[in-house]
Every structure is written in structure tokens, then in C-alpha cells.
């Protein structure tokens, strides 16, 4: 009887050690990531100027142990472009998963007020100068509840998040020649650049080749298509050959590139850069006879025809 109740509280003790040691190893062996950032505002960048910025997050956990762990609150200071732009504190409860994934969004508020215009303009300059990419950093934890008590595990996480579409940058816009007659065909250049530090460049990109109408609307002559996919950084050239043509109101041609229905460039009305067209004249270079196989140049040959004749006579 003394060694049933000894086994008894033996087992009502290490059952719950044990539960302690499977939740713990549950927490501390999950791994963390942010899976996506998006803003409220359509305009990050007015957003920013005006200190008021609302974020959505999406913690993706993934679970490596066998029993599913609550979380009671998410904590992190958050920065853009590296400049601390504040604190988060996220108290609605979520769970770390058993031997899964899961994903939690997470929205919050932040108001840069106390932030300072240099570091505001330094953002919004780095978010331009990688065309809409920024880089969020997180630096907080989490606290899962392992038996009624609260732990708390570090988060240290980098993510590099568009603002704007994946296009890709314009480098150049050219073209061979920067006149020539109508009938010819000429040849242009378009080079690009991902200019973003983590996302890779992937689409269309259109090249159309544009009428420059006197007095009226400008025409579509002809449109180019080029797959493209760019590692962060890659930089690529496009090459096309068009014909062109001359009407009464062609004043020349000027090419525009757009990555899905966004312009990227379109060449300066001037020219150059735009392709100017002249309408060719004729003149007579040569005029022969074939005879046998053999050519006979008309004034030539009669001149040295004659001569001869001349000289046998004699």
C-alpha cells in the first residue's frame, strides 16, 4: 500500500514536470519569421512626412515540438531603413503550434512624431533610391505561457518589403542612329536594373515604339514584349529593330516603356533623344544593260563603243 502511494505521487509529480519540459522545449525550439508587412496608407511616403504610420504584420511561427504553447503578448521595437522609429506591444493571446505553421497578423499604430526630419528624410531617401523597397527590422520577444508562468523568448528579425509594384528601374533608353530616312530599319536599346536589395525583379516589360504626330495625338507604331526576371542588383539590355515610315504628319518616333500598365520612361520630347525621320529622294546611280551575261554600261560603253568603231575604220 506505502509503495502505491509513493508511485502515486511519484507520477502526479513527473507528469507535470514532464508537461513542463514538452512545453518548454515546444517554445523554445520554435523558429520565427515575418512573412509579410503591409501599410494602411496607399502613400508611404506621405504617410511617413505626415508621422503617422499604420502597419500590418504576419508572424509566421513554426512549431518544432509535440504540444501547442499559448503566447500571451508579442513586444518589439520596430525600425525603417535601421532608424528606431518605436515600440510595439501586441496583447491579443496566440499560440505556438505543435509540429505545424501558423501565421498571426498583427496591426498596429505608430506615431513618428518624436522622430526626427533627418531620419524621416533619410527613410524616405532610401526608399526611393531602392524604388519602394524598405527594410523593417524587429527587435523584441515573445512571451509563451508554460504553465500559468509567462517566459520570454528573444525575436531579431530583417524584412525587406515593397511599398510599390516589383518594376524595375530604367537605366538607358536609346537609339542607334538619330536620323534616318524613311524605309530603314533602326535599332533600340532599353537597359534595366533591380535596384532592390532583397526582392527579385520578375514580369513583362513593353516597349512601345511611338509616333510623333505633327498637330495631333501620338500613335502606337508597333509594341515590343520582353520576359524579365532580375536577381537583386542584375542589370539587363533589350534590343529591338524597328522599320520606320514617313507620312505628311510623322515628325519621328520616341519609345515607352511600361512594366504592366505603370510607365517607367518615356523619351523627352526632343531630338535627340527622339528618332527623327527624313523622307528619301531618289537619284540614279547606275544604268547598264546585262548582254549575255555581261554587263554593258550604257554611257560607258557607248562612248568606248564609238571610239573604236572609229579607230577600225581608219
Not at 509616333?211 to 520576359?227: C, H, M, N, R, T
Request: proline residues 4%; aromatic residues 10%; positive net charge.
Amino acid at each position: 500500500m506505502k509503495k502505491a502511494v509513493i508511485f502515486i505521487f511519484a507520477l502526479l509529480l513527473v507528469l507535470p514536470l514532464g508537461y513542463l519540459g514538452l512545453c518548454y522545449i515546444s517554445a523554445t525550439s520554435a523558429s520565427y519569421s515575418i512573412s509579410g508587412v503591409s501599410f494602411s496608407q496607399t502613400n508611404i511616403m506621405e504617410a511617413l512626412l505626415s508621422r503617422q504610420l499604420d502597419m500590418k504584420l504576419y508572424l509566421r511561427i513554426k512549431g518544432h515540438g509535440p504540444v501547442s504553447v499559448p503566447v500571451k503578448s508579442f513586444h518589439s521595437q520596430i525600425y525603417l531603413e535601421d532608424v528606431y522609429i518605436g515600440n510595439i506591444e501586441i496583447n491579443e493571446p496566440f499560440s505556438i503550434p505543435a509540429f505545424g505553421t501558423s501565421t498571426v497578423p498583427l496591426t498596429f499604430h505608430l506615431d513618428l512624431s518624436t522622430i526626427s526630419l533627418s531620419d524621416i528624410q533619410h527613410i524616405v531617401e532610401t526608399i526611393l533610391l531602392h524604388n519602394g523597397e524598405v527594410k523593417i527590422r524587429f527587435d523584441g520577444y515573445i512571451e509563451p505561457i508554460i504553465l500559468f508562468l509567462p517566459i520570454t523568448i528573444p525575436i531579431k528579425y530583417s524584412v525587406y518589403a515593397l511599398t510599390v509594384s516589383n518594376a524595375p528601374r530604367i537605366v538607358s533608353m536609346n537609339w542607334d542612329s538619330t536620323s534616318v530616312a524613311a524605309g530603314e530599319s533602326v535599332t533600340f536599346h532599353i537597359t534595366v536594373k533591380n535596384v532592390f536589395r532583397h526582392s527579385i525583379v520578375k514580369g513583362t516589360l513593353r516597349v512601345i515604339v511611338r509616333e510623333d504626330v505633327i498637330l495631333g495625338s501620338d500613335v502606337d507604331a508597333k509594341v515590343y514584349q520582353f520576359p524579365v526576371q532580375l536577381s537583386p542588383s542584375e542589370t539587363k539590355t533589350f534590343s529591338g529593330s524597328f522599320t520606320t515610315y514617313k507620312r505628311i504628319s510623322t515628325r519621328g518616333f520616341f519609345l515607352k516603356a511600361l512594366w504592366e500598365n505603370q510607365v517607367l520612361a518615356e523619351q523627352e520630347n526632343k531630338y535627340p533623344p527622339r528618332l527623327s525621320v527624313i523622307k528619301g529622294t531618289l537619284s540614279l546611280v547606275n544604268a547598264y544593260w546585262t548582254v549575255n551575261g555581261k554587263t554593258v554600261y550604257i554611257m560607258q560603253n557607248r562612248r568606248r563603243s564609238h571610239s573604236s568603231h572609229n579607230h577600225k575604220g581608219k
